[in-house]
């Protein structure tokens, strides 16, 4: 279980350009927990997620991880037990080493020093077949010449071949074409039922997150607005999403992204 605790952070603090990112946020991630969050632009979801996998740490506040504060530990600290993928595909994979070498790094935590058996191989060419997309024939190939899905979906694989107790995507399809986005959704469904992985999804399609986890957060100026559980949610439809938010913001869903799914 994690749980987050007056959470603030503040870009900027004491100058023209003071940006409040988090606004004394409080949110409970059960284990197990899928959650979709969506909100407008700038409404602060990326930066809960950095928050999350330490690549940002808040001014207040606290993040609990099964018991342990884990608040003022580092990214690199929580590696092993948080994955974090982005939009972009060329972030989380070293573009250079083959695909086999990003593989074993992840395997392996990162220790270069362990070598690759053919057991290794098996499990890695098993786990690449599962993409349909012959990566598992390709284990020497540079990972910089593949396509962005068929990175995301190595990123994918790569965060999640040893359990992580977290799992943050923060728009991890948004780069892709819809056909390849749809693979990717699918294999990250796939991996996170299979695995039981606690797992908080960003999207800007409101209909993938009716459909995906178990549970939906919407995000407003640094705080959560709406919080809906799975019976809840799958009541939804994206208008009554947008008439939510209205609701609860007095405002519309400015985002142009959003608008158009
Ligand atoms: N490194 C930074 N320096 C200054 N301001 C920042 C920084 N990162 C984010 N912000 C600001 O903090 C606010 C929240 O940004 P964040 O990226 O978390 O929003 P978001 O909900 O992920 O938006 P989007 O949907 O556009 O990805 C925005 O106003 C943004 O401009
Ligand atoms: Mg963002």
Redesign the pocket.
Known sequence: MIEIRNLTKI??EGTVNE?I?LDDLSLTINDGDFICMI?A???????LLSCLSGAMISEKGNIIMDGKDITLVSQHGRASEIGHLFQDPMAGTAPHMTIEENLALAAKNGNWLTKVNEKDRRFFKEKLSSLQMDLEKKLDMEVGVLSGGMRQALTLIMNTIKTPKLLLLDEHTAALDPETAQKVLDLTKQTVEEKNITCVMITHNMQTAIDMGNRLLM?NGGKIILDLNKEEKEKMSVDDLRALFKANTSSQLDDDRMLLL
Do not use: I
Not at 41 to 47: E, P
């Open positions: 870009f900027n940006k990112a909100g632009n700038g409404s602060g979801k990326s930066t995000m």
